[in-house]
């Protein structure tokens, strides 16, 4: 524990203008980010009498070793900074909410030539048109299958749209009437991008003009004595109304708004968001947050702000917010919300009709959440220490193991030999510390091996970063390697504070196997001199607990919360290492010729497969032809001839499901993959063998 008074820099040192702090450790590992209008008077409120101060700032102090800030501008840039920061160091200081599950939207790929309409989650890209997030994907199935009727907008994949293409036929719902199905021509690129755009529009809540026009259209097609086509809009008419009524009016005027509810108390908070589209409930979404500071209602509304629409730009951020309470600095984030808008964001706390009525509806949903996080992860938690405490007792362990990592190995018949390392903390997954590790010591099939060989080089970087801060300084701490493990950047010894790929210890590791393996993990840990980390093995056939030098496995009961907890650690890195392989595999599988080549890069591989159709067409082509390619200069030229005829010819790929032998036309195009024609390789079920076809 620190002393705040051996870092507190000297009062002068102090700017008095707005900024952004950083408490790092002694470890220089930030773990708490903040903003303030004036710096200097925001840090001395850190460096008061402890006594005065609330126990989790107090505990937050004591575990820094130093502090430092940048100065800024204006305090919408500090906003901004702060934000930016937060995400990038994750400090265990800050409110971090947490979402209870990855929330689905309703997507249009405006990007696309052919616009599809599919529910996505996480990450939004750049051209896409969203609409949500909803609660379930079935919610969202059932909308888009109604409006499919009046918007036959396509929904398949790009394999299925390419396959249909070159066979001709449209799929199911193009015969029923429920996509126009562009992928045969029945109707243009630029039909198909306009049925897209009034599906859009209709969706975004411009509902009340596109339900006239077709009323219209049904009255003259009726004056006209076309009562097929007027049943037809009819029924179109019924179908989009009913669409409509999943979403009921909460806003008369047609609001485009956003509520922010908040339930707390002395530890926890709930965050409730309504988005309210042309009046209706679009969407909603709720996170939950552990109070580690001491914080106000109104500083848990602008971190609530700050996630909701850190990330998004136009009309996704809506001209109201509804909140709670206000933040301290008001004009700052309103400033903020108009910038990331385009236009005027109005906050504000509603007063009185029905925008307050609908936020106490809010605030009963926050409250609801907040009552069920608490009795489930009271009820998670009593299970959680139940197995821990089980796995101490049953490896007659010191204390119980809150830090688990399990090792994987997988590999198809020797070929693409990889290893997985999953990391459960307090019996939760942490999958930000999951690590995958190529073995590159030797080649073949060689399980034990492997998995010494993983041992070694995670714990030998474990053992350099201990030197590195100063934990630890005596004896051999290896030759400092780089592993090539795939992970959050490339180097243990970047000192800016980011969470390290290898600097904290397991109190147990777990390998997936037998005798063999928990000898070859033991053993790579004797070598490096550790000696307070122990090591079991699950066998798979019979659930057995292997330890090291001992010739009988240890038997929990199938009952026992211990033992499904270590199933539940296996199966995950197994699962991890087997996603790891088979893209390993799909990767090699795609690869051809071509990608001998030194410095050409897909872009160039791209150009020269649709100048000359094939990789046989390009081998045959002379060096002058090939020069005739954009990018592709004479000394290129000819290094790719010399490539492509020191290559054996591939063998003639075979459809496995008709026997027939695929014309060579296809073989080494950049596009092409290990899966059937048209469809991408999947990856890493659960159910899959290891280094075995499912």
Not at 462 to 481: C, N, Q, S, V
Not at 588 to 600: C, E, K, N, Q, T
Request: proline letters at 5%; a negative charge; charged letters at 30%.
């Amino acid at each position: 524990m620190a002393d705040p008074s051996s870092y507190r820099p000297k009062p002068g040192q102090i700017p008095d203008s707005p900024g952004v702090y950083r408490f790092r450790d002694e470890h220089r590992r930030v773990i708490y980010v903040g903003k303030a209008k004036s710096l200097r008077q925001r840090l001395a409120n850190y460096f008061q009498d402890l006594a005065g101060l609330h126990p989790r700032t107090r505990t937050m102090v004591t575990t820094a070793a130093s502090v430092e800030w940048t100065v800024v501008s204006t305090e919408v840039e500090a906003l901004q900074l702060e934000y930016s920061w937060i995400k990038e160091y994750d400090p265990r200081f800050n409110v971090k909410y947490r979402d209870d599950k990855s929330y689905p939207y309703l997507a249009v790929t405006m990007n696309e030539e052919f616009p599809r309409v599919q529910v996505m989650r996480g990450h939004k890209k750049k051209g896409v048109r969203y609409f949500g997030p909803y609660a379930h994907a079935w919610a969202i199935r059932d909308t888009v299958d109604l409006l499919l009727r009046v918007f036959p907008v396509r929904t398949c994949s790009a394999g299925v749209f390419k396959n249909a293409a070159r066979t001709g036929r449209p799929c199911l719902l193009g015969y029923i009437g429920k996509c126009s199905a562009p992928c045969v021509g029945r109707v243009s690129a630029e039909e198909h991008r306009e049925l897209a755009e009034d599906f859009s529009d209709f969706m975004a809540g411009r509902t009340g003009a596109y339900l006239r026009r077709l009323e219209k259209q049904m009255m003259e097609a009726a004056e006209e004595m076309e009562y097929e086509r007027a049943a037809r809009l009819r029924d179109d008419i019924e179908a989009l109304k009913k669409a409509m009524e999943k979403n009921a009016v909460v806003l008369a005027d047609a609001t485009d708004a956003d509520l922010i509810a908040v339930a707390e108390d002395e530890l926890e908070a709930a965050v409730q968001i309504f988005h309210v589209r042309g009046g209706r409930v679009r969407g909603q979404r709720g996170w939950v947050t552990d109070k580690v500071e001491e914080i106000t209602t109104g500083a848990l509304v602008e971190h609530a702000l700050q996630q909701l629409y850190g990330e998004e730009t136009g009309d996704a951020v809506p001209k109201e917010v509804l909140v709670p309470a206000l933040p301290e600095l008001l004009e700052p984030v309103q400033e903020w919300l108009t910038g990331r808008r385009g236009s005027n964001v109005s906050l504000r706390i509603p007063q009185r009709g029905d925008k307050r009525a609908l936020m106490e509806t809010v605030e009963r949903n926050a409250q609801q959440a907040l009552v069920l996080h608490k009795t489930k992860r009271a009820s998670d938690l009593t299970t959680r220490s139940r197995a821990l405490e089980e796995i101490a007792d049953a490896l007659e362990l010191d204390s119980a193991p809150l830090r688990i990592e399990c090792y994987d190995i997988s590999h198809l018949q020797g070929d693409d030999v990889v290893a997985s390392m999953v990391v459960f903390e307090d019996g939760l997954q942490r999958k930000s510390e999951y690590r995958r590790f190529q073995i590159k010591g030797f080649e073949g099939q060689d399980d034990v091996r492997s998995m010494h060989e993983v041992i070694t080089r995670r714990f030998r970087r474990y053992l350099a970063e201990k030197e590195r801060t100063g934990e630890w300084t005596d004896g051999e701490t290896g030759d400092g390697e780089t592993d090539g493990e795939i992970g959050n950047g490339n180097t243990l010894t970047e000192d800016d504070g980011r969470p390290k790929r290898f600097a904290y210890p397991p109190q147990l590791v777990v390998v997936d196997g037998g005798q063999p393996q928990v000898a070859a993990a033991k053993r790579a840990l004797d070598e490096l001199g550790i000696d307070d980390i122990a090591v079991c093995g699950l066998a798979k056939r019979l659930e057995e607990v292997w330890l090291p030098d001992q010739d009988d496995p240890v038997v929990l009961p199938r009952t026992s919360e211990g033992l499904y907890l270590l199933q539940r650690v296996r199966d995950e890195a197994h699962r991890f290492a087997i996603t790891y392989q088979r893209t390993k595999r799909a990767k090699r599988f795609r690869a051809g010729p071509l990608d001998d080549v030194p410095g050409l890069g897909d872009t160039r591989k791209q150009a020269l497969i649709k100048h000359f159709g094939s990789v046989k067409k390009l081998r045959s082509a002379t060096i002058d032809q090939i020069c005739e390619v954009p990018g592709i200069g004479r000394k290129t030229a000819e290094t790719i001839a010399v490539a492509l005829a020191q290559a054996a010819p591939a063998a003639p790929a075979v459809n496995t499901a008709t026997g027939e032998i695929m014309e060579d036309e296809e073989v080494g195009a950049p596009e092409t993959t290990a899966g059937s024609p048209g469809e991408p390789v999947t990856a890493g079920a659960p159910d899959e063998r290891r280094g075995q076809e499912p």
